[in-house]
């Protein structure tokens, strides 16, 4: 059994097909099928079922593929233990973000980052909770930037900083005329969402009457027609006169148009908010890294 071979069957499970998987492992097909029918012999036991076009994991497969991974990520420890063993400041650090945290925390955190740790640069990506989640466990990035709550096995989160919501409305809105706004006045208005996926569209239907989705339902439009997959966009649509949202306060008033085409308000009485996570693993082997990621998000919050 060899770190390899491990590293096939993780490839075939993830694939499902042996022909990609060997293309994710720069290697034939040939070659990886013969590695792992050479494994399977080796265990004793068929880790896939093979169809035309078609690979399945096994039940026990599902077993020895959860433990390759543990196995290919702590050899991955062993290789950053040895390589930033003298500077863990020094090689880049792999950093995830949600969507909307991402483009809105960068521009300022690049920089930041950048003085405090110049050997160190960012590799960044963007994706949603879930993924980003399945990506650290699985070693592919280092630490993520997520909104709480957020509990994984073998993980540590570290809160980060609060950050308020506010509605974005139409400069030409009636509610202009209003200093602060209620969620009752939002409950009357169409209210434009993130699509399924996006946990801050998850945030803002809890601090939002149910009767918001009854509402639009109502009108004749569905759900559907009012969510988009972006909070670029959403502000784009609100600054057009289709409706109004709620978004976090980073996000709310970052373009040019922002003073002409849309006006943004706080909320009466107790602002809904969410709180800004930092999450890595607890084997991750650079914890200054870490550290001087954590004193750079929040110099870029100040």
Same mark, same amino acid.
């Given at each position: 059994?060899?770190?390899?071979? !491990? ?18 492992? @720069?290697?034939?097909? %040939? ?10 012999? #080796?265990?004793? =036991? ?10 399945? =994991? ?16 702590? /050899? ?10 003298? *500077?863990?400041?020094? /090689?880049?650090?792999?950093?995830? +973000? ?43 990035? *280092? ?5 709480? %709550? ?14 308020? @919501? ?20 939002? &409950? ?29 339902? +109502? ?5 559907? *027609? !009012? ?10 649509? =609100? ?15 970052? *373009?040019?148009? &922002? ?13 809904? &908010?969410?709180?800004? +996570?930092? /999450?890595?693993?607890? &084997? @991750? %082997? ?8 954590? #004193? ?7």
């Amino acid at each position: 059994m060899t770190l390899n071979e !491990l590293k096939y069957i993780v490839a075939v499970a993830r694939a499902r097909h042996f022909g990609k998987a060997a293309e994710a492992c @720069f290697i034939s097909q %040939p070659t990886l099928s013969v590695a792992v029918r050479k494994l399977e012999n #080796e265990l004793g =036991v068929e880790l896939f079922e093979r169809r035309q076009g078609e690979v399945t =994991v096994t039940p026990v497969g599902e077993q020895v593929v959860a433990q390759a991974q543990r196995v290919l990520e702590e /050899a991955g420890v062993i290789r950053e233990i040895v390589e930033h063993g003298r *500077d863990q400041l020094a /090689a880049p650090l792999r950093l995830g +973000a949600i969507y909307t945290i991402g483009p809105y925390l960068f521009p300022h955190l690049i920089t930041e980052l950048a003085e405090r740790a110049p050997q160190m640069p960012l590799i960044i990506e963007e994706n949603y909770t879930h993924v980003l989640s399945e990506k650290l466990k699985q070693g592919e990035v *280092d630490a993520i930037l997520i909104s709480l %709550p957020f509990e994984e096995h073998g993980i540590l989160t570290l809160p980060l900083y609060e950050e308020s @919501f506010v509605a974005l409305i139409p400069s030409s809105h009636p509610l202009n005329a209003k200093e602060q706004l209620s969620m009752e006045d939002i &409950s009357r208005e169409k209210v434009l969402l993130l699509g399924s996926g996006h946990c801050f569209r998850d945030q803002v239907l809890e601090v939002c009457p149910d009767y918001i989705r009854k509402r639009n339902m +109502a009108e004749g439009t569905t759900v559907a *027609d !009012l969510e988009s997959s972006s909070l670029e966009t959403i502000r784009y649509m =609100v600054a057009s006169g289709m409706g109004v949202t709620i978004l976090p306060c980073s996000a709310a008033g970052a *373009d040019r148009f &922002s003073e002409r085409l849309v006006s943004i308000k706080r909320f009466e009485d107790v602002s809904p &908010s969410r709180i800004v +996570a930092l /999450a890595w693993r607890k &084997s @991750f %082997p650079r914890p200054q890294a870490i550290d001087v990621l954590r #004193e750079a998000v929040l110099a870029s919050k100040l």
